[in-house]
């Protein structure tokens, strides 16, 4: 299509948008608006079942119903515009995907007269909003278009309609832009309007007056005589926001790429960052953003490298994954026979990582059913007062390096219709939660990767390389999922509802046997309770175990094993299924089941309590989050099977998780107490504590490694026995750990 003379020409057929034209159908500007006020007033809902009955006249009532209640604005799908249930609906669409600049404000003028038709005639129309939607799949194509990625926005597609997916990373404040100044001559009191164009676009203000040309030579009226008549021009409410690329869609190894939009009127603080957004409106090119926004400067419209943003005609917020990942009725009418096989969960843990192997009895068969678990979620409730109790499953996978922590995590990232995948040594405080950064507008809020990955899964590998404080910033956001900001004069609340995967080693880079687990977590036990399943991850050295492995890892790289890789379910039918139980099941646990839950709590409790009075208290604390922990678990795995009530069998398998993660991590420390050792062991740890008592006097301090080397040295004890020994004397009060790994006697 190009314009000539006032003429939009309007190229028909199918290979339009290839440049290969076949007919050509003139629509001139009052062409253009007729047949849009046509299709308002006549377009009638379709037979496929859209909501009303068929006959209603959908946008007609629409529009009036909308103006009636003030808001005065009109929103129409592409897709019928575009499917040809009007006879001018395609020649519209045509007309609006190749050339949306001149469209646009034929159609909004339309509006205006069909607001003094058919709702008032007896007062000017206001301004009218023109809005835009389409029922579009990241997968799919709409019409001879499909969605652009925002990498995909080049130099061709400017000036032309498109329909951009991403994520909203930064919200500046809203702003009031003119769209119909009102001037007056300062000389000769003439009255002007000028209408200013949406977007980043200045007002272009005559520089003589029209009074000027009427007038004798002395009382013409000199260069720039106008005044704005501020009360009498209309405003807008004008904001812009940052969409970034989908964190899937960024290619590895490469800076995902954002863009600016612009919305106005109605789409004003409709979204927050952490947003998914499904954005149509026209790529547009301008001066440089500084320039733009200040409006303009001495060498406007000589510079030739222009600034790229993208004007909103449309923005529909998702909610979660759904708007991800489409499921057909086909497909629907398979989960549901999924659901109804018995055996559904234990296909679901196969196909947990399927590369990774791992034996029944081994700790990694638990860690895949604890990842399936963290991956379909809880049921999210909201209590009567308003308090929310999330249902998001945190994981803590801490052990030796090697035993595939990172593999769990990629694989969780690449099955989760929303995730985030992060490294705790380059993540600050700021990038995991939320920042506040000042602009040349001001100051904006900017969403990090926890706030990004609301609705989905944050991985975080090398959580134990994070620093203190960093880690410190998320407990917020892993209970209560919420982001707290109270900077620079902005105080608000971003939601992280989200579960965190997160992988570590021990404090010394491997796992101590002799040592207890509090020793080598190097974590606070603030941060500790917010996990619901903590697993030690230990390499154990076994021939037989070792043979297997390297047996399997041998078959993955040569390539013999390739389809047992794929697991029970694909990936893509995995990632789908999840995201389809999470959205159409919300379970609820029983009253036989809740009874069960609180027997079991309070012999957990009790025992805890015996264990501290008896000098063994735990590092990892056994708290009323725990209970929940195990609520959140069984409606987890409830949830694999589609099944709205948590009954005995699932409470069952939640304890037996809970205990072989959380509760053996906490009970590793009775190994350093001589829980599991022989007369010998015993006497030899005396004897080492003895040599211990005469070297080191009361009240002095002494190196730790410098003692253990004495012991071994000096006092013929093995070293082992020598780690235990400080173990015990540390627990039983007689030494105390002081700064720089040193050991100070009691006085």
């Known amino acids: 299509m190009f314009k000539d003379d006032g003429v939009i020409r309007v190229l ?117 909003q023109l809005q835009f939607k389409c029922d579009i799949d990241l997968e799919s194509t709409f019409g001879t278009r499909r969605p652009t990625m925002i990498r995909e926005l080049i130099a061709d597609r400017v000036e032309e309609l498109v329909v951009v997916q991403g994520i909203v990373v930064q919200q500046r404040r809203a702003r009031h832009k003119a769209r119909v100044l009102h001037l007056k001559c300062k000389n000769c009191e003439n009255v002007a309007e000028i209408t200013v164009n949406p977007g980043l676009c200045s007002a272009h203000i005559p520089v003589a007056c029209e009074g000027r040309n009427l007038a004798a030579a002395m009382d013409k009226c000199p260069t720039n005589p106008w005044l704005i008549v501020s009360e009498r021009s209309e405003f807008v409410d004008e904001q812009t926001l940052k969409l970034q690329e989908l964190p899937e869609h960024v290619p590895i190894g490469e800076m995902p790429r954002s863009i600016d939009v612009v919305c106005d009127q109605h789409f004003v603080d409709t979204c927050t960052p952490g947003t998914r957004l499904t954005a149509i409106g026209v790529y547009c090119a301008t001066e440089h953003a500084a320039g733009a926004a200040m409006g303009g400067s001495r060498t406007r419209g000589t510079n030739t490298v222009k600034y790229s943003y993208l004007q909103a005609l449309g923005l529909e917020a998702a909610s979660g994954g759904n708007a991800q990942i489409k499921i057909s009725n086909e497909e629907e009418e398979e989960f549901l026979t999924m659901a109804r096989d018995p055996n559904i969960r234990e296909k679901i843990f196969d196909s947990i990582a399927p590369a990774i192997k791992a034996s029944p009895k081994d700790v990694i068969a638990d860690v895949k059913r604890a990842v399936a ?123 992280t509802r989200c579960s965190v995967l997160a992988a570590a080693n021990p404090r010394f880079g491997t796992y101590d046997d002799l040592a207890s687990t ?48 794929e697991g029970e379910l694909p990936v893509a039918k995995l990632r789908k299924y999840l995201n389809y139980c999470r959205s159409k099941c919300q379970p609820r646990i029983s009253n036989e089941a809740g009874e069960t839950l609180a027997n079991h709590y309070i012999s957990i409790r009790k025992n805890m309590k015996e264990e501290k009075e008896a000098g063994r208290d735990s590092a990892i604390p056994i708290t009323v989050r725990q209970l929940e922990a195990i609520i959140r678990m069984s409606e987890s795995l409830a949830k694999m099977a589609l099944r709205d009530e948590v009954d005995m069998e699932h409470v069952e398998e939640a304890l037996r998780l809970f205990t072989v993660s959380t509760l053996d991590s906490a009970n590793k420390d009775r190994a350093a107490m001589g829980g599991n050792m022989t007369e010998e062991e015993r006497d030899a740890v005396k004897q080492a504590e003895e040599q211990v008592r005469r070297r080191v006097a009361r009240g002095s301090r002494i190196s730790k490694f410098a003692l253990e080397q004495w012991l071994v040295s000096a006092g013929g004890v093995e070293d082992r026995i020598a780690r235990r020994a400080l173990s015990v004397m540390v627990r039983s009060g007689e030494l105390t750990e002081k700064p720089g790994m040193t050991l100070q006697r009691a006085a």
């Not at 043979?547 to 078959?555: D, E, Q, R, S, V």
Request: charged share 30%; proline share 4%.
């Open 518 to 565: 509090s020793e080598q977590m190097d974590f606070e036990s603030t941060i500790l309770s917010r996990f619901d399943m903590m697993f030690l991850v230990r390499d154990v050295r076994d021939p037989e175990r070792d043979y297997n492995l390297a047996k399997h890892l041998a078959g993955l790289h040569k390539g013999d094993i390739a389809a047992e890789a």
């Open 373 to 495: 678990c963290c991956l379909f979620g809880g049921s999210r409730k909201e209590l009567p007062d308003g308090t929310r109790m999330r249902g998001d499953i945190n994981v803590l996978l801490l052990g030796d390096p090697g035993t595939a922590k990172s593999q769990f995590l990629k694989f969780a990232e690449k099955a989760s219709p929303i995730a985030v995948y992060t490294s705790g040594k380059g993540s600050s405080a700021a990038g995991l939660t939320a920042s506040v950064i000042r602009s040349q507008e001001g100051f904006a809020l900017e969403g990090g990767a926890m706030v990004l990955a609301d609705g989905g899964i944050v991985c975080i590998d090398e959580f134990d390389k994070m620093d203190p404080k960093d880690r410190v910033a998320i407990h917020e956001a892993m209970e209560q999922q919420t982001i707290s900001i109270a900077k620079a004069g902005i105080t608000t609340m971003l939601n």
């Open 12 to 128: 028909e057929g199918p290979e339009c948008f290839q440049d290969q034209t076949t007919d050509e159908v003139e629509l001139s500007p009052e062409s253009v608006r007729s047949k849009f006020k046509k299709f308002v007033k006549e377009y009638k809902y379709s037979s496929e079942g859209n909501m009303g009955h068929i006959g209603t006249l959908k946008y007609r009532d629409q529009f009036i119903r909308n103006c009636e209640q003030g808001i005065h604005k009109l929103e129409i799908n592409l897709n019928d515009l575009d499917g040809g249930a009007h006879e001018d609906g395609e020649a519209l669409a045509q007309a609006l995907w190749q050339r949306p600049t001149e469209f646009i404000p034929l159609c909004e003028k339309g509006l205006k007269e069909l607001f003094s038709e058919l709702v008032r005639s007896d007062e000017r129309p206001p301004l009218l």
